[in-house]
């Protein structure tokens, strides 16, 4: 496609994540245009992708082509979702052939978390640092290479699996079978099953709002040591150290320009980001580490559909899908 068509052209990109599909008409620049919202309908849902796909034409007639991002592993030679534990059975098959008859469009299938990283580096935080580490902490935690401008992949499509990176080898069973990775501490369930742990175990814990309530959510924690709750703050400070900790794995193989943290965890802002900061640094190589920014994502909610829109444009299809 040339550059002229790239730039009046728009692209759409869908974030299956979770229960939820989140759409958005995205420009050429990388610019949300128009966002739509909705429950995942599990059943049906390449022809649920083809509704919005046609409301958000509407909007804009000249749409070039779609992307999509999947909480999942993609094979990116047969554009097959190999695993994904949060979509089990619908996107399994030929998803990616559904969507691209369905719509009539050419279709880019993408992990969720690459497909984050690649809208973090065209249009939010990691803009003009053609070499970053995107890292996503949520219900789970992903992460993602951008090298020379390009997402790295690895050998079979798999690399950036950040929240599997050892950081307790004595530590807890992980859903990955391995023993103490980041993610049994640091994903948002953890974090609450850490904080009612030590909540039974630790006699000033008592004073914290969080003992009032039973049900809290990670983002109740994180609200909570916003409003200065020292217990609330302890949980969340220690769950940056645990996070600092990988990143400085990561610095040290990769000495990448950024590191960019997205995902519900971070909504406690520097909060965590000041630990994330403070335990990379002491772990890491200093050289390495005085080279590296570490800062938050800025796309928040939009990173996976403006990414898989980026990542369809910039795979060069132009028109509709084969027939
Ligand atoms: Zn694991």
Same mark, same amino acid.
């Given at each position: 496609?040339?550059?002229? /068509?790239?730039?009046?052209?728009?692209?759409?990109?869908?974030?299956?994540?979770?229960?939820?599909?989140?759409?958005?008409?995205?420009?050429?620049?990388?610019? =949300?245009?128009?966002?739509?919202?909705?429950?995942?309908?599990?059943?049906?849902?390449?022809?649920?992708?083809?509704?919005?796909?046609?409301?958000?034409?509407?909007?804009?007639?000249? #749409?070039?082509?779609?992307?999509?991002?999947?909480?999942?592993?993609?094979?990116?030679?047969?554009?097959?979702?190999?695993?994904?534990?949060?979509?089990?059975?619908?996107?399994?098959?030929?998803?990616?052939?559904? =969507?691209?008859?369905?719509?009539?469009?050419?279709?880019?299938?993408?992990?969720?978390?690459?497909?984050?990283?690649?809208?973090?580096?065209?249009?939010?935080?990691?803009?003009?640092?053609?070499?970053?580490?995107? =890292?996503?902490?949520?219900?789970? &935690?992903?992460?993602?290479? #951008? &090298?020379?401008?390009?997402?790295?992949?690895?050998?079979?499509?798999?690399?950036?699996?950040?929240?599997? &990176?050892? &950081?307790?080898?004595?530590?807890?069973?992980?859903?990955?079978?391995?023993?103490?990775?980041?993610? /049994?501490?640091?994903?948002?369930?953890?974090?609450?099953?850490?904080?009612?742990?030590?909540?039974?175990?630790?006699? /000033?814990?008592?004073?914290?709002?969080? %003992?009032?309530?039973?049900?809290?959510?990670?983002?109740?924690?994180?609200?909570?040591? *916003?409003?200065?709750?020292?217990?609330? !703050? !302890?949980?969340?400070?220690?769950?940056?150290?645990?996070?600092?900790?990988?990143?400085?794995?990561?610095?040290?193989? !990769?000495?990448?320009?950024?590191?960019?943290?997205?995902?519900?965890?971070?909504?406690?802002?520097?909060?965590?980001?000041?630990?994330?900061?403070?335990?990379?640094?002491?772990?890491?190589?200093?050289?390495?580490?005085? %080279?590296?920014? #570490?800062?938050?994502?800025?796309?928040?909610?939009?990173?996976?559909?403006?990414?898989?829109? *980026?990542?369809?444009?910039?795979?060069?299809?132009?028109?509709?899908?084969?027939?």
């Amino acid at each position: 496609m040339s550059n002229e /068509t790239q730039a009046t052209a728009n692209y759409i990109g869908v974030d299956l994540s979770g229960t939820t599909l989140c759409a958005a008409l995205v420009s050429g620049a990388g610019q =949300v245009v128009e966002r739509r919202e909705m429950t995942l309908d599990r059943d049906n849902v390449a022809a649920q992708v083809a509704r919005i796909a046609a409301e958000l034409r509407d909007a804009a007639p000249h #749409i070039a082509s779609l992307g999509v991002g999947v909480p999942g592993l993609v094979n990116r030679e047969t554009d097959r979702v190999i695993v994904s534990v949060d979509l089990p059975s619908v996107v399994r098959g030929d998803f990616h052939a559904e =969507v691209e008859r369905a719509t009539g469009l050419k279709v880019e299938l993408e992990n969720a978390a690459n497909a984050a990283a690649y809208g973090e580096y065209v249009a939010g935080a990691g803009r003009g640092s053609p070499n970053m580490f995107y =890292v996503t902490i949520g219900s789970g &935690i992903g992460g993602a290479l #951008i &090298i020379d401008g390009k997402l790295w992949l690895g050998t079979s499509g798999f690399a950036g699996e950040f929240g599997h &990176i050892t &950081i307790d080898p004595e530590g807890n069973e992980c859903t990955c079978g391995n023993i103490g990775c980041l993610e /049994t501490y640091a994903s948002a369930p953890n974090i609450v099953r850490r904080t009612h742990e030590r909540l039974f175990r630790d006699g /000033t814990s008592s004073l914290s709002r969080l %003992s009032l309530n039973r049900d809290f959510t990670a983002s109740d924690i994180a609200h909570e040591a *916003m409003n200065g709750d020292d217990f609330a !703050l !302890l949980m969340i400070e220690r769950t940056g150290r645990y996070i600092g900790t990988a990143v400085a794995a990561v610095i040290n193989l !990769l000495n990448p320009e950024r590191i960019v943290l997205g995902g519900g965890v971070m909504e406690a802002g520097d909060l965590i980001l000041d630990p994330v900061i403070k335990e990379a640094g002491r772990r890491s190589f200093q050289p390495c580490f005085e %080279s590296t920014k #570490i800062i938050a994502a800025t796309l928040g909610a939009s990173a996976v559909s403006v990414g898989a829109a *980026m990542l369809a444009r910039d795979a060069g299809h132009n028109g509709s899908a084969p027939a």
